[in-house]
């Protein structure tokens, strides 16, 4: 008996935030009929398995062609070939990848602020590590205004998919073992048991090109006006995200106030005393935000200061979701 509903699209259905995305809307409102999942020749013969059903593998992407929706969840150098298809095809998409994010034509979107438009083709999510300090950072721009953010932004291997994790892996049996470490052909150095920031390279700004995305993001995100000033690093951790930041607000906010703010907000949980502190392990396989430690910051008069936790990856994908259920219901 042929199924009823959605047809959807998953592009790099195998990758990790395919995989993320698959698991999620196995529980999500929509009523899907028929998974897509496309992915690289080095995924043919597989199959995907999803609410009872068993779909193949496909690594054409004319399978685009009559889908309701594609999730392009590919790294960035492959998703624009996909957009090209499915415009061409039609198709409406939701780019997970960060290839479209910060494009002047394709909005970018948080699920629980703003509309989703049912007549623009492409919606971008924001950018790791962007949608996991914007879900902070918004409730608070809102009530009180934002002048400042500066922190330091702490990344997992998990940045680079199961790739990342796996290097890390291997790094951490070799020094354990006292063996050489191996090449590193997914960071631009170890990883294992270090830390380091720019080791990919400045611009002349002195910033990353990740470090720049996330300024132009935030910029897009918050308003250009909110000065913004961080710093990534990557950290020798396998997944989840961590993020010390400073705000300085246009109006007076005192903590209780901004502690009210957060609890309210979506996709935020806020941990107080006697919770469970937030940690970037504890982080993972959540689809929200949490924030911790939220205090005043005596270097400037209207300052706080707070220290957040997210699973990147799975937070996309949850915000992914949310869009298609507000545009195909």
């Known amino acids: 008996m042929a199924r009823v ?14 995989t993320e995305l698959l698991e999620l809307l196995d529980f999500s409102s929509l009523r899907v009929g028929e998974i897509v999942p496309i992915a690289t020749d080095d995924s043919l ?9 068993v779909f193949p593998i496909e690594t054409d992407d004319a399978r685009l062609t009559g889908l309701d929706l594609a999730f392009l969840c590919t790294p960035p150098s492959a998703a624009l070939d996909f957009v090209r298809r499915a415009l061409h095809e039609k198709v409406p998409c ?28 492409v919606l971008a999510i924001p950018r790791s590590p962007a949608l996991s300090l914007v879900m902070a950072l918004q409730p608070i721009a809102a009530a009180a205004g934002l002048k400042r953010v500066t922190g330091a932004v702490l990344e997992s291997a998990s940045l680079a998919g199961k790739d990342g994790m796996s290097a890390l892996y291997q790094e951490s049996i070799a020094v354990f073992n006292q063996q050489p470490l191996p090449e590193s052909t997914v960071f631009p150095g170890p990883v294992a048991f270090d830390c380091m920031s720019g080791a990919e390279g400045l611009d002349a700004e002195g910033l990353t090109q990740r470090e720049s995305a996330l300024l132009r993001d935030l910029a897009l995100l918050l308003g250009s006006e909110v000065k913004v000033a961080a710093t990534l690093i990557q950290v020798p951790v396998f997944a989840g995200l961590g993020a010390a930041l400073s705000l300085e607000t246009e109006r007076d906010l005192a903590v209780g106030e901004a502690e009210d703010l957060l609890r309210k907000a979506p996709g935020v949980e806020l941990a107080t005393d006697g919770d469970e502190f937030p940690t970037t392990r504890t982080a993972v396989g959540r689809d929200s935000v949490t924030v911790g430690r939220l205090r005043g910051d005596p270097s400037t008069q209207r300052g706080l200061q707070l220290w957040l936790v997210s699973d990147p990856m799975r937070l996309a994908a949850s915000h992914a979701i949310q869009l298609a259920v507000l545009r195909l219901g």
């Open 45 to 53: 013969g597989r199959d995907i398995e999803f609410q009872g059903s």
């Open 5 to 18: 509903g959605l047809r959807l699209g998953v592009v790099g259905a195998t990758g990790s935030p395919g």
């Open 94 to 121: 939701i780019d997970l990848s960060g290839a479209t994010a910060g494009s002047e034509d394709v909005p970018m979107r948080v699920a629980g602020y703003g509309s989703v438009p049912e007549d623009i083709p």
